[in-house]
């Protein structure tokens, strides 16, 4: 009876390594995905809502749009920015904060822009709100910060957290 039991405990262990290996090959997989950078707004946008929930894609998304300026955010989103993709975009933008951060300040500025912007921070539930100030503390708010940025990084938190 032991015998099988450690039988059975070694086919387990066998079986969740095979699973955890196969992930992993998923994984590596879908990381290999090269994104093709949008040759519109449109289909940024697109691209953007279709890696909902997918950080580390929107992420890249965001990284290799050089035809999609941050700029553009305002005519992309017009009236149609939601929270949701708020709240992504700017985690997506604090993974890459360390290592592109003139490119990461120009979304935080841009997405003030566009026009919902100041109606959807006014109406973040008290969860939403939390998790921004929580990644505009860790992240933006940084004494690490260059003093070129620190500035403009000032004056946006009191866009993305007005209640601070």
Same mark, same amino acid.
């Given at each position: 009876?032991?015998?099988?039991?450690?039988?059975?405990?070694?086919?387990?262990?066998?079986?969740?390594?095979?699973?955890?290996?196969?992930?992993?090959?998923?994984?590596?997989?879908?990381?290999?995905?090269?994104?093709?950078?949008?040759?519109?707004?449109?289909?940024?946008?697109?691209?953007?809502?279709?890696?909902?929930?997918?950080?580390?894609?929107?992420?890249?998304?965001?990284?290799?749009?050089?035809? $999609?300026?941050?700029? @553009?955010?305002?005519?992309?989103? !017009?009236?149609? =920015?939601? /929270?949701?993709? *708020?709240? %992504?975009? $700017?985690?997506?933008? @604090?993974?890459?904060?360390?290592? !592109?951060?003139? =490119?990461? /300040?120009?979304? *935080?500025? %841009?997405?003030?822009?566009?026009?919902?912007?100041?109606?959807?921070?006014?109406?973040?539930?008290?969860?939403?709100?939390?998790?921004?100030?929580?990644?505009?503390?860790?992240?933006?708010?940084?004494?690490?910060?260059?003093?070129?940025?620190?500035?403009?990084?000032?004056?946006?938190?009191?866009?993305?957290?007005?209640?601070?």
């Amino acid at each position: 009876m032991q015998r099988n039991n450690t039988t059975r405990k070694q086919e387990v262990k066998a079986s969740v390594q095979e699973l955890a290996s196969r992930v992993a090959s998923r994984v590596k997989a879908v990381a290999a995905e090269k994104i093709t950078p949008p040759n519109s707004a449109y289909q940024f946008e697109v691209s953007l809502r279709g890696f909902f929930g997918d950080n580390a894609r929107q992420t890249s998304l965001l990284k290799v749009c050089k035809t $999609i300026s941050p700029s @553009a955010l305002p005519q992309i989103f !017009k009236n149609a =920015l939601t /929270v949701p993709i *708020l709240l %992504n975009i $700017i985690k997506c933008v @604090a993974t890459f904060f360390v290592e !592109k951060m003139d =490119l990461a /300040v120009n979304y *935080l500025e %841009n997405l003030t822009r566009v026009p919902r912007f100041d109606t959807l921070i006014m109406f973040l539930s008290s969860s939403d709100n939390a998790d921004l100030v929580k990644i505009w503390d860790e992240v933006f708010d940084n004494e690490a910060t260059p003093i070129e940025y620190a500035e403009t990084l000032d004056n946006l938190h009191t866009k993305y957290c007005p209640n601070r």
